[in-house]
Nanobody, 112 residues
């Protein structure tokens, strides 16, 4: 059974940091690129970051470049999204995706 489970979300003040994790099981994780998406209330889901199968290529949305980093550890079947200098507009549910499969998301709230 394919599973993607996000964790690491929470409430953080502006300027703070969080690291999200996406734990995969039930498929050959290393064969798939992994992407992080986010969806804020009332907005469409947007692509935040993508990492290639062995991590050699990463892409970040313009709104998070210089603040977020995507990485993966294929030995642990886990992908990460390191988020620094968080802003209120980063508030959203964050989802990971590998191939056709999605996790259920983790809430990130940036607020005082």
């Amino acid at each position: 059974q394919v599973q993607l489970v996000e964790s690491g979300g929470g409430l953080v003040q502006p300027g703070g940091s969080l690291r999200l994790s996406c734990a995969a099981s039930g498929f050959r994780f290393s064969s798939y690129a992994v992407s992080w998406y986010r969806q804020a209330p009332g907005k469409e889901r947007e692509l935040v970051a993508t990492i290639s199968t062995v991590g050699g290529v990463t892409q970040l949305a313009g709104s998070v470049k210089g603040r977020f980093t995507i990485s993966r550890d294929n030995g642990k079947n886990t992908a990460y999204l390191q988020m620094n200098s968080l802003k209120p507009e980063d508030t959203a549910v964050y989802y990971c995706r590998a191939g056709p499969d999605w996790g259920r998301g983790t809430q990130v709230t940036v607020s005082t």
